[in-house]
Structure formats: structure tokens, C-alpha cells
């Protein structure tokens, strides 16, 4: 897909999901190029009198949803967070997620643990039948744990990431490696991640998102979670 049909289903997510956020509201605004759509169509709307605050999940982001004259509040000062709408880079039919090639997915995994609703919005090229098809997994770890981690976790070939030549430092002072799962299990890698002293974050959402908005070439997609159970128990509704 060329980069402007990609822009064009991504576009068509967003619009669709900043219709989700109602005046009074408190929400989660992610990071990336989808969630760039969104911030101007959430722009457009607060000229025609939609008021909220918007938590941002990166620096970019605050800067973006500021220029289009949006409210915002660092996630720490909000006590509630009623919605959050985020991109993904994998998408599984359970709506679990591999997120984290933008490098803000330990912002990204904070404000979508508090939202009460987390929507992921994305063009049809993210949605894949077994997370891990790209290969990649990033992580957030603090950069003193570098060497350690290097070792602890060199069967998953980890790479330092880099921006023209230096690492990439996370919005809150940290580096991202880039882990090549392979066909690894992506359950146990978690495991073990969690219990790797320096791991900071996950890029893997698991039973996170209650709903996908998918731009495609046949319109958008309202996704829910392919397991009815699962569903059920997200949205507190099990009779
Ligand atoms: C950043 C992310 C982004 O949500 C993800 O990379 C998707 O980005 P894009 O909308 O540009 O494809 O996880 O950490």
C-alpha cells in the first residue's frame, strides 16, 4: 500500500473515533501518525464547541493537540481517564496489540490502563492473525541497565535503538530496544521480560483495547474483541 493510501484509511479511523469524545470528558491521546488525524479532527471539533482535556502520550503529541488549541493535562493530575484512543503497530483478532515502534509505549501503557475505555484506531495493514508477524518487540528499559539486559536477554537479539546514530531516548529518559522474537511464544517472552531486573515496559497490550476502529479500502471497521468471553468480562457485563 502507497504511504498516502495508507494516510487515507488511517484518516478515516481517526475522524470515526473522535466522534467517541463527548464535552466533559477526560481523554487519552496516543502517539503516532493515525493519532495525528485524530488531534486535528479533535482540533476541529473543539472550534465547534466539544470541550475536554486531553491526556497526551508523548511530547509530540502535547505539542500537536496544543497547536490544535486542545486542552491538556499531564496523566498524573487527571483521576480518571474516561476514554483512550491510541494507534497500534499489530493488531490480533482479540484486539491484543504490539505497540512501541514510535518508542512512547510506556506513556501509551499507563493512560490506556486508566482509561475506562481503550479504542486502538489503525489502517487495515496493522491487523495480523498472530501478533509477532513483524518480528519486533520493542521494550522501554532504563538506560543503566543496558548491559545487563543486553545478556539477560540475548537470545531475543536485541537491538539498541538509534536516531541518526545515537540512541533513541524515550520521552521519559529511557532507551528502547527492539527485541527479535522470532516465533517465540509471545506469552512466555512476556513473562520473562516482567521478571528482567532494568524492563521498564512492554510493547505487547494484552487484553487492553474494548474496541478497533480500522480504516480499509471497503470503509471503516468497528472491531470488537473476537472472543465473546473476553468481551464480556472488559466491559463488566457478564450476567
Ligand atoms: C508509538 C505507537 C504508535 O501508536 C504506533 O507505532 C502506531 O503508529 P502509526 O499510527 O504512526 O502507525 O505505539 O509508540
Known sequence: MRGSDSDALKKMAAIEAAKLVQSGQIAGLGSGSTCKFLLEELGRRAKNGLEFFGI??????????????????????????DIAIDGAD???????????????LLREKVVASKAG????????????????????????ISKDSYPGIIDALKDFKP??????GKPFITDSGNFILDLN???????????RLKKTSGV????????????????????????????????AINHGNVS
Open 159 to 164: 537491538a539498541l535503538r538509534n536516531v541518526n
Open 90 to 104: 499489530e493488531i490480533d483478532p482479540e484486539l491484543n496489540l504490539i505497540k512501541g515502534y514510535g518508542g512512547a
Open 200 to 231: 521498564l515496559e512492554t510493547g505487547l497490550f494484552i487484553l487492553m483495547a474494548s474496541h478497533a476502529i480500522i480504516g480499509t479500502k471497503r470503509g471503516v471497521m468497528h472491531l470488537r474483541p473476537k472472543n465473546a468471553h473476553y468481551e
Open 117 to 140: 475505555i481503550f479504542v486502538v484506531i489503525a489502517d487495515e495493514s496493522k491487523m495480523v492473525k498472530r501478533l509477532g508477524k513483524k518480528g519486533i518487540l520493542p521494550i522501554e
Open 56 to 81: 497526551p502520550t508523548s511530547r509530540e503529541t502535547k505539542k500537536l493537540a496544543k497547536e490544535q488549541g486542545l486542552k491538556v493535562l499531564p496523566a498524573e493530575k487527571a483521576e480518571k481517564i
Open 181 to 191: 522474537t522470532g516465533k517465540t511464544d509471545l506469552s512466555y517472552a512476556e513473562r
